[in-house]
């Protein structure tokens, strides 16, 4: 599936968000060799790491689809993506 410079953004600010929240999800609980989760706060938060590992899976194939396409190296991309994800204001246009 061939993606715009604008997708692959969206889908990092997404894969951002999922880490995010498995991030205050584990400070919530505490730190799990030291307090004992309850399956309730294992099960949130294995879902949470997982959607953020297949957020995370999706973006990097993506990346690699468009810098195939465009022909630019990848790591170029990878970087120009998280940039303007994480800092709008230094947004660089794909």
């Known amino acids: 599936m061939a993606h715009t410079f604008e997708d692959l953004v969206l889908m990092q600010r997404a894969a951002d968000e999922a880490h995010t929240?498995?991030?205050?999800?584990?400070?919530?609980?505490?730190?799990?060799?030291q307090t004992a989760w309850t399956d309730e706060q294992q099960t949130s938060w294995e879902t949470g790491w997982r959607a953020w590992r297949d957020l995370a899976g999706d973006v990097q194939e993506a990346v690699t689809e468009y810098a195939k396409e465009q022909g630019t190296p990848r790591h170029q991309v990878e970087s120009d993506v998280k940039r303007s994800a994480r800092h709008p204001e230094l947004a660089v246009d794909g």
Request: proline residues 15%.
């Open 21 to 33: 929240a498995v991030g205050q999800l584990q400070g919530q609980y505490g730190p799990p060799t």
